[in-house]
């Protein structure tokens, strides 16, 4: 391998340390990195990866993504179209996604430039906001497509319509659009199933619906999903990830489908979902 990419979450106190770092041990190894541009120049790096980011990430063999799971969400949905697959580096909590902790760092890349890793490919999102006859916002997510109420104690209905069939009007105080991969986020904290990583679906999760019987419902992989906004207040957001907003307005129908496109995380063969659940659940047992 001649080239791998660094994504480093610069406000993780371990990640500019780790960079400069990981990016001599590579470069001892006759490997070339690629850093985000201002990456490169906060850590003292400025001649590395200083092209524009759609010339070089496209070329890269993989892509170490230094700091947790919020990092990784926000490095999958920027790489997307390069098709990349990432390798997460946690540098905080027990993460879902990130697949080694910093003591195992260089064994793991050591045996992940050997070739010995498996790839776990995650389903992604696209959702569209259209107003009147234009599309105002397009973006893709890799755990979730929320659609929420502002701070007032003020409900939302939310026409919801699946592959052009009339499902019902939620009044809520919003809906999410769960990947089998943000099944453990947001939609669990709402009384969502947890899916498994290797399904091909979708979970629909109301968020504290005025309804005795509004449960979650799993939706195909294929599933097209409508949802009309009805709401006077002008507070609602569609939120992606739990890291991006765009204001919605009343009338406006967000459009939610899979995208042919899907991560690719890098994995050690012994790697189990399950085995992350145990450890997850673990950690909030302490």
């Not at 690629?34 to 850590?43: F, G, N, R, S, Y």
């Not at 997510?141 to 919801?160: H, M, Q, Y």
Request: hydrophobic fraction near 40%; charged fraction near 20%.
């Amino acid at each position: 391998m001649s080239r791998i990419g660094i994504w480093p979450n610069l406000n993780k106190q371990q990640a500019a340390a780790l960079t400069r770092q990981l990016c001599h041990w590579l470069s001892e190894r006759e490997i070339e990195v690629v850093l985000p541009p201002d990456a490169a120049e906060a850590v003292g790096l400025s001649g590395t990866g200083a092209e524009p980011l759609n010339a070089v990430w496209g070329d890269v063999e993989f892509v170490i993504v230094l700091g947790g799971d919020g990092t990784l969400l926000s490095a999958a949905r920027t790489l997307l179209p390069h098709n990349r697959p990432l390798l997460g580096v946690n540098l905080g909590h027990l993460g879902f996604l990130t697949e080694v902790e910093v003591p195992d760092l260089y064994p793991a890349v050591s045996a992940f430039l050997a070739g010995r890793f498996v790839v776990d490919e995650r389903v992604t999102l696209c959702a569209q906001v259209v107003r009147g006859d234009e599309t105002v916002h397009e973006v893709n997510a890799l755990n979730d497509v929320v659609i929420t109420k502002g701070p007032f104690a003020r409900l939302v209905s939310l026409e919801t319509i699946v592959d052009d069939a009339y499902v019902t009007t939620y009044p809520a105080d919003g809906l999410i659009l769960s990947t089998p991969t943000g099944s453990t986020a947001y939609s669990l904290s709402a009384g969502g199933p947890v899916v498994s990583p290797s399904l091909d679906v979708m979970v629909l999760t109301p968020i504290c619906p005025h309804s005795f019987f509004d449960r979650s419902i799993v939706l195909g992989g294929t599933s097209r999903v409508r949802v009309r906004i009805r709401a006077e207040h002008r507070e609602t957001l569609l939120t992606v990830d739990g890291q991006e907003g765009f204001g919605l307005q009343d009338g406006d129908v967000i459009h939610v489908q899979a995208n042919t496109d899907r991560v690719r995380l890098m994995r050690r063969p012994e790697w189990n979902f399950y085995h992350v659940l145990r450890a997850w659940r673990r950690g909030r047992e302490v």
